[in-house]
């Protein structure tokens, strides 16, 4: 038997089956074997083909026959390469896997994929990628030991969504004052955080609301068109009142005399633009010589519309000085006494007239011993003060 000492080599492709090899067995003297030939590829023997995709060596024997003993041919080596796989389509992924940091691809059988230059990986999903951001991805069949990967598909660019804004943690630093116009906090006293990173202040807007009267503003950030997030976050801040000293300014009357009223008898300090005083109380701490003091209260402010912005103000009242001088001694007519005849007791003369600044005494005659119905200390000066009262409120009525 002659041994088989070419080389060959035999490709399988998919279904295709390996080629049909059939040795000859050539006997002394030129007879053919007719028996049974065995085939051995390498560790395994028998009658069948391997349709694995690998190299074999092939041996052909044959068992004893007749006058012949059993034989084994040489060595063959054959190949079967593995086949070529058809490249996919390009790979696709639904809306909702398609997030802010991740996008997890639609599952292909027996596929691996890739994004832009980096290695194929089995899983579809790709993690850590930035918001707003376009990638394009890959994808291929595995290859196994019967089949080579198949080419790549061609690419698909995906684009990350914007990360929402809804759960940022905003934070409004420094103070703020009523100034009587609207206070939006400057961009680099808010600090935006979402997932323990801070996000830079070009990626949002900020805005204000409820923010020009004293008390809690909210602050509100708005994610920008062209930036990597969407949507907003919100928290509040505090507008304090602002400090408003008010001054009486000093007054100096004549004891009788009231002092003067009015916003023009004070110094407001500390209104905000388009505000003013348009109230005060004033009110003298005593109405006698020397004086004493002009205290203030109640005020209230305004702004250019008429409406109230007192709460909006910390409010310092400052007295002033009130000074009392004395007033002139009264003028006095002395009563005329009626005439008298010589005989007549002086009992019979009656006084009548007679007046001071502040009115007319009551009528008082003579009766020889004492005055008769002379008023009391007590009744004089109850009668001086409603007089006195009488001529303060005509002299308000005229000024």
């Not at 089956?17 to 067995?25: E, G, S």
């Not at 001054?247 to 004549?254: D, H, P, R």
């Not at 007590?378 to 006195?388: D, P, S």
Request: hydrophobic residues 30%; aromatic residues 8%; charged residues 15%.
């Amino acid at each position: 038997m002659s041994p088989a000492s070419v080389y060959q080599r035999y490709f399988l492709f998919q279904t295709v089956q390996p080629a049909n090899i059939k040795p000859t067995v050539t006997l002394v003297g030129g007879e053919t074997f007719s028996g049974t030939i065995t085939y051995k590829y390498g560790v395994y023997s028998g009658p069948d083909r391997p349709t694995d995709a690998a190299g074999y060596t092939v041996k052909a024997s044959i068992p004893e026959q007749d006058d012949y003993t059993a034989a084994e041919s040489g060595g063959l080596t054959l190949y079967i390469n593995p086949a070529d796989q058809a490249a996919p389509a390009a790979p696709t992924a639904t809306e909702e896997n398609i997030r802010d940091n991740s996008i997890t691809l639609d599952t292909i059988e027996n596929a691996e994929y890739k994004r832009d230059n980096d290695e194929w990986q089995t899983s579809p999903v790709f993690t850590g990628l930035d918001p707003n951001h376009e990638y394009t991805f890959y994808v291929r069949l595995k290859g196994d030991k019967n089949h080579n990967a198949s080419p790549s598909s061609e690419g698909k660019p995906i684009t990350t969504k914007k990360t929402m804004l809804d759960g940022a943690t905003v934070t409004v630093s420094g103070s703020y004052t009523y100034t009587g116009a609207a206070v939006v906090p400057a961009a680099g006293n808010v600090t935006v955080e979402l997932n323990g990173v801070t996000i830079d202040a070009s990626q949002y807007t900020i805005s204000a609301t409820d923010n020009i009267n004293a008390g809690e503003a909210t602050v509100t950030v708005t994610a920008t068109a062209d930036g990597n997030y969407s949507g907003s976050a919100s928290t509040t801040f505090t507008i304090g009142t602002a400090a408003l000293t008010i001054k009486a300014s000093n007054q100096t009357i004549t004891y009788g005399q009231s002092i003067t009223e009015g916003t023009g008898q004070v110094t407001a300090t500390g209104l905000c633009a388009g505000d003013s005083l348009s109230g005060i109380a004033l009110a003298a701490s005593t109405r006698n010589v020397p004086g004493g003091t002009i205290e203030l209260s109640a005020a209230q402010i305004k702004n250019s519309s008429g409406a109230d912005m007192t709460a909006n103000y910390t409010i310092t009242y400052q007295p002033g000085t009130l000074t009392i001088n004395k007033a002139a001694a009264p003028a006095i007519t002395w009563p005329t006494a009626n005439g008298l005849t010589y005989g007549q007791k002086l009992s019979e003369s009656t006084l009548s007239g007679g007046s001071t600044e502040y009115g007319s005494p009551i009528d008082i005659h003579y009766n020889g011993v004492g005055i008769i119905n002379a008023p009391s200390a007590e009744e004089y000066e109850e009668m001086f003060q409603e007089r006195l009262k009488q001529k303060r409120s005509k002299e308000e009525k005229t000024a």
